[in-house]
């Protein structure tokens, strides 16, 4: 499985960015998404997942702010972000499993910079 993100940039607090990835593969619709993110010299994080039949879980630092939808018909997932943070700046990884909340691929990342 290959996933690949777009969507990132710059923002002022405030704004807002819309994530998406493209996942290969003729499964898609089967396969748990997810997004996560990883700021500098933290750990990787949990910000959103989707199942494959799209039940959906935030973190509680996103909740209200960000929306995981996915599109099967598109081997896509995405990110709606609002409100944004300046602590919400991070590379942003989108990751797939073939169970839902347990993931195995990953994709090389897309930043994402809230500015204060």
């Known amino acids: 499985v290959q996933l690949v993100e777009s969507g990132g940039g710059v923002v002022q607090a405030g704004g807002s960015l819309r994530l998406s990835c493209v996942a290969s593969g003729r499964t898609f619709s089967t396969y748990g998404m997810g997004w996560f993110r990883q700021a500098p010299g933290k750990e990787r994080q949990f910000v959103a997942g989707i199942s494959w039949s799209s039940n959906t879980l935030y973190a509680d630092s996103v909740k209200g702010r960000f929306t995981i939808s996915r599109d099967n018909a598109k081997n896509t997932v995405s990110l709606q972000m609002n409100s944004l943070k300046p602590e919400d700046t991070a590379v942003y990884y989108c990751?797939?499993?073939?169970?839902?909340?347990?993931?195995?691929?990953w994709g090389q990342g897309t930043q994402v910079t809230v500015s204060s």
């Open positions: 990751a797939a499993g073939d169970h839902d909340w347990e993931y195995k691929y």
